[in-house]
């Protein structure tokens, strides 16, 4: 079975400074990747994915995560961060050979200060 | 299309009620999956459809519990009799598998359920 660790609950980083939010997975397949963003009181909402191809993922809003598989991470970066990216951040995975289950993580608050 | 759609928005019910919760998913989307969402747990995978059919409940956590979809536009899930615990966002996905540019899931606005 496939699981997804975020080992940062929350980052605090000042407004235009840049940002990572760390993700590692674990699998025995080959998987799809991706990353989520929730703002308060709001659904989930896709901001990039990794299929297949190049390892460097650009997504909306600026965002960028780089698939490493030897390291098994999906690490999300930012060069210069706003106010308005403060939400919470969800890294996923699902089967490769099964588009279907889609495994959460635990959530990265990022909050960013003035 | 108008996305997932979740009713209600917000419930708040008195212990021991009967609580459903409702999804439409996107139109052509043959996966549907139902999320609950806790600040002590995160974000749990409850049940997931494909083409109607339940392919895996093992994230129901009890029989109070239940989930059904009739057909390919609609899908409930049921609590009852419904605990304090029971108080979540539940979140609502619909995916479609059919190439590479359709795996991800696309969410609802959720339902807020509190149960007093």
């Known amino acids: 079975a496939q699981s997804v660790t975020q080992l940062d609950s929350q980052v605090p980083v000042f407004e235009e400074a840049p940002v990572e939010l760390r993700c590692n997975y674990s699998?025995?397949?080959?998987?799809?990747l991706f990353w989520y963003v929730q703002y308060p009181n709001q659904g989930l909402q896709l901001l990039l994915k990794y299929l297949s191809g190049s390892t460097l993922v650009k997504g909306i809003n600026g965002f960028e995560a780089e698939f490493n598989k030897s390291q098994t991470s999906f690490h999300l970066r930012k060069p210069s961060v706003h106010i308005s990216d403060t939400a919470e951040y969800f890294c996923?995975?699902?089967?490769?050979?099964?588009?279907?289950?889609?495994?959460f993580g635990s959530g990265t608050r990022l909050s960013i200060r003035p | 299309d108008a996305g997932v759609i979740q009713s209600p928005r917000h419930e708040v019910t008195e212990m021991g009620q009967e609580v459903t919760l409702r999804c439409k998913p996107i139109s052509g989307h043959d996966y549907l999956f139902w999320y609950r969402q806790t600040m002590m747990r995160g974000l749990e995978l409850l049940i997931y459809f494909n083409n109607n059919v339940p392919i895996d409940d093992s994230g129901m956590p009890e029989d109070r519990f239940s989930a059904k979809m009739p057909n390919a536009s609609f899908s409930t899930l049921k609590i009852q009799p419904s605990e304090p615990r029971d108080s979540a966002v539940y979140f609502c996905?619909?995916?479609?598998?059919?190439?590479?540019?359709?795996?991800?899931?696309?969410f609802g606005q959720g339902t807020r359920l509190t149960v007093v």
């Open positions: 699998s025995s397949v080959s998987v799809y």
């Open positions: 996923a995975v699902s089967r490769y050979s099964s588009a279907s289950k889609i495994i």
């Open positions: 996905a619909s995916s479609r598998r059919g190439g590479n540019s359709n795996t991800e899931a696309f």
